[in-house]
């Protein structure tokens, strides 16, 4: 179900809302509805529309401007500035009390636009994936917005489809619902779409009714919409739904406690030089200014907000490249990721899968010609046209595969190849189109009577149709799978066929049929025994141009890729040596061989070490893979499209699932959406993830040395008994034009030449490690330090304190302004950091300077502030000594450099 706002509708009628869909019968739904079997047509969808709204539910709340500005000044910090405005005021005070006014607008403002613009790229991201369904609308299937179903639109269903409205069942295969949303019930549902019910039926017991936001789970259905939006059972609860506020995302979290424990350390630091200068003679209310100033000024209080800005702003960069992040957390997640276990189909290949080979018992092998889709192509035995027998033979093959099929096919008025199914099923269409086999005649000449729709764990499909008075089933699936349901052939000369065609990369159907005694669904599968083996076919599926790069741009990275397939094992060999992934037989894995070693986890972790290629992977075995991986120490992404697939998303470190061909239920165990299913926007997401978490970093060391450096310049000059440095305006002056901007613009930083040459970050690595610590109390006790020794200095040579004061505050200003450019790279100096790379942050250090030294020259702001413009000279010497700071980082760097690249 869509969340966006639901569009204004008009009267609903009562007969509609107060129906009880599930006890009426599909004639009478449709009669109600005003539907046909055919569905409705454009002018009858957009009355619907107008009167029913948009199939949405009211939007998660999100505050308002007003409220993000009002909780600028929920914090303990604003508190202590208020107290310090309070006692201004109470002392006579007015001047410092309007700047402590000034001050905290300012700084609300900025923490307003910062909080602003972080929700706002987040909600941006949910309008990003399109939910789809599939339609009969004017008598032809298509995909549309599930935004835009009505009451009376005829829809399908298929396994791992979020069921988009409430939907009164027409008919159903196997159908299993997951309606654990709605009535807590943790076990599948099987739906009957006959069921007779009474009007009263408990919400857990109407089987003939699909309820929007359940999952379907197994099985096909076919219905009619009835009700839609907020007038869904989902509805009359989403307005609890939607006023259920959102926890920040873990990384925001930690670093919200990290802030606070370093705001409590710095806390004690300002008590005990608040009680020293109270024993040195200073007064209490001055004291308690200084205090104030000095705690707004150090703790990095703003952090979170300046960390979900950087996490937003990766996102953004992520959704360029093709990559959604449904959570934040696997923005910087993706950076450590260590092995990519790939699906095969649609994320290394383009998922156009093409009929090339026909092998036909007793008529030999067959060539396909033609590309992808289009059912243009000739049939050829070493490139000229086969012999009658041998066609004919091909043409039963053909006219099986496109009866067992539930995928369609046909060209546009313009010649433009349409189609919508399986990419299986549509390979099979367009085989009957090259052999001029009508597929919609064929499929009214032998009309299906029931059905084995395909699923994973059966890897087989089954269609029964009538022939006159008796029953055909069609079946096309896995050879080894087909084989054993078939008599008459060599099944040993099959079984090398196949083997032949898979070694080549092919993947390899084997398509059967025969008559039955089956009169029903519940006696299909028991009834496949003695058919006639029709042939193999061997499909191609080409691999993405840019899959090959990708896969060495990972091994560059120092992440590896495993491909995890249902292909057999021959096929997925074929197609891995030519990604590079994979050479020999030996690094090719079953699924059979994981699930003997299933109790043995360090045998199973041992086979797991060195497999590169797993074939014939079933969805539990491709769960135990992703649990082995992560147990001998790799961060593991892993891709997925299917309902079956959940299970290893959801295990995986980082989930990601398809954007295009995927199902609802991947697309909700996941944490990644690949919006073009291409294996290569990994690779982007992976160096996007990097650059995102280095942008974290720098963040962080920016702000934390800043802080420690102020509280550095303040311990020296209590210790050593000299004057105040900076009085308190002075320091909230300094906060304002060095926070909020500078640390912010640092989030836009592009990333470094070479961050996917580096090795993958170990997972357990903490943002404050080793080299954070060194770098910020290093860079914060040289810019305290060299304050201290410039006051000390000044006052020394005889300077007045004013113009010393003066003089340490435009140092201050320009130490950190300074550190913005140092804080550019953890890794290259400064020096090699072009400008053009992140002009935000250029424009943000030019304003600050400029608006300090503009208000040297305004007047009233300059007495509030105790300063004076100063000359030529003067300006030079504090510049040389900022720039000190340049060279204490850039010796640093030569001297501890990163040594995690490749």
Not at 581 to 610: C, F, M, N, S, Y
């Amino acid at each position: 179900m869509e969340t966006a706002n639901s569009s204004q509708a008009g009267p609903i009628p009562s007969d509609i809302l107060e129906c009880r869909w599930h006890a009426v019968t599909v004639e009478d739904a449709l009669e109600r509805l005003g539907a046909r079997a055919n569905g409705l047509n454009e002018d009858e969808v957009a009355a619907r529309r107008a009167v029913f709204g948009a199939n949405s539910l009211p939007a998660a709340h999100r505050p308002g401007l007003a409220i993000v500005y009002l909780r600028q000044f929920k914090s303990p910090l604003i508190y202590l500035l208020l107290a310090a405005a309070a006692v201004s005021l109470a002392i006579g005070e007015l001047t410092d009390a309007a700047f402590i006014f000034v001050v905290l607008q300012v700084n609300a403002v900025i923490g307003t636009a910062q909080e602003w613009k972080a929700a706002s790229s987040a909600a941006a991201l949910d309008t990003l994936v399109q939910k789809l369904a599939v339609v009969r609308r004017n008598g032809v299937r298509r995909q549309i917005d599930a935004v835009d179903l009505v009451p009376g639109d005829l829809i399908e269903l298929g396994a791992g489809a979020l069921v988009p409205a409430d939907i009164r069942l027409f008919s159903e295969r196997d159908l299993q619902v997951d309606e654990s949303l709605l009535t807590g019930e943790s076990l599948p549902v099987e739906k009957d779409a006959d069921a007779h019910l009474a009007a009263d039926a408990a919400l857990g017991d109407r089987l003939t009714l699909l309820h929007a936001g359940t999952v379907v789970l197994a099985g096909r259905a076919t219905g009619l919409v009835a009700r839609t939006g907020l007038h869904t059972e989902i509805g009359r609860i989403a307005q609890a739904l939607a006023t259920a506020e959102q926890p920040p995302p873990p990384l925001v979290a930690r670093l919200d406690r990290f802030a606070k424990r370093v705001g409590y350390a710095m806390v004690g630091v300002i008590l005990l030089l608040g009680a020293i200068q109270l024993m040195q003679g200073f007064d209490l209310v001055q004291v308690f200014f200084v205090a104030v100033a000095l705690a707004v000024a150090a703790i990095p209080e703003g952090m979170p907000v300046a960390i979900t800005v950087a996490l937003a702003i990766g996102t953004g960069r992520m959704a360029r490249r093709n990559v959604i992040v449904r959570a934040l957390p696997a923005v910087e997640g993706l950076g450590a990721c260590t092995m990519v276990a790939s699906d095969k189909t649609g994320t290394l290949t383009v998922n156009q899968l093409t009929a090339r080979l026909l092998w036909l018992p007793g008529q030999g092998m067959l060539e396909v010609g033609g590309e992808g889709y289009r059912p243009i192509g000739d049939i050829t035995r070493g490139g000229t046209p086969p012999d009658a027998a041998a066609r004919r033979a091909a043409g039963e093959l053909a006219k099986s595969g496109a009866l067992c099929n539930e995928a369609s096919l046909h060209l546009d008025t313009g010649g433009d190849v349409r189609h919508f199914g399986d990419t299986v099923d549509v390979a099979f269409l367009a085989l009957a189109g090259k052999m001029d086999i009508d597929a919609a005649a064929l499929g009214e000449r032998f009309p299906e009577a029931f059905a084995i729709p395909y699923e994973p764990r059966r890897r087989f499909a089954a269609s029964f149709n009538r022939d006159g008075a008796d029953i055909v089933a069609h079946v096309k699936g896995a050879a080894e799978t087909i084989l054993p349901m078939c008599s008459g052939i060599d099944r040993q000369a099959a079984l090398d066929e196949a083997e032949r065609l898979a070694a080549g990369g092919y993947r390899v159907l084997a398509v059967a049929r025969g008559r039955t005694d089956a009169a029903s669904r519940d006696e299909a599968a028991g009834a496949l025994h003695d058919l006639q083996l029709l042939g193999l076919v061997g499909l191609i599926d080409p691999l993405r141009p840019e899959a090959a790069a990708a896969v060495r741009s990972c091994r560059d990275a120092g992440v590896g890729v495993v491909m995890v397939t249902g292909d057999h094992p021959a096929t997925a060999l074929a197609i891995a040596r030519d990604l590079g992934i994979a050479e020999e037989a030996g690094e090719v894995v079953t699924g059979a061989q994981i699930q003997e070693l299933a109790d043995d986890p360090a045998g199973l972790a041992e086979l797991a070490a060195h497999a590169r290629v797993f074939a014939r992977v079933e969805p539990i075995q491709k769960l135990l893979l992703v649990q082995t991986l992560q147990r001998i120490g790799h961060f593991v992404a892993v891709t997925g499209d299917g309902v079956n697939d959940a299970p290893a998303l959801g295990a995986a470190n980082i989930g990601v699932s398809m954007g295009k061909d995927g199902t609802d239920v991947a697309r909700g165990a996941s944490d990644l959406i690949l919006t073009d299913d291409n294996f290569a926007s990994i690779v982007g997401g992976i160096e996007e993830g990097r650059i995102a978490y280095d942008n974290v970093r720098k963040v962080i060391y920016l702000l934390v040395t800043t802080g420690v450096g102020e509280l550095v310049l303040f311990a020296l000059a209590i210790a050593f008994g000299l004057p105040l440095p900076i009085f308190a305006v002075q320091l909230l002056w300094l906060n304002l034009v060095t926070n909020g901007i500078q640390d912010v613009a640092l989030a836009f930083e592009k990333g470094e030449p070479g961050v996917l040459l580096r090795k993958p970050r170990p997972p357990a690595q903490q943002l404050f490690d080793r080299r954070m610590v060194e770098q910020v109390m290093l860079m914060g006790a040289w810019m305290g330090a060299a304050a201290f020794g410039t006051f000390w200095y000044l006052l020394e040579s005889g300077v007045p304190e004013q113009e010393a004061r003066n003089l340490v505050l435009l140092l201050m200003v320009l130490f950190e302004n300074v550190h913005a450019f140092n804080a550019r790279s953890e890794r290259r100096s400064a020096f090699r950091m072009p400008f053009a790379a992140n002009p935000l942050l250029v424009l943000a250090v030019i304003g600050a300077q400029a608006i300090h030294i503009g208000a040297m020259y305004t007047p009233g702001l300059a007495g509030i502030l105790d300063l004076k413009p100063i000359g030529l000279a003067a300006w030079m010497a504090v510049a040389a000594v900022a720039l000190t700071l340049l060279g204490v980082a850039e010796i640093y760097k030569l001297l501890r450099p990163v040594v995690d690249d490749a």
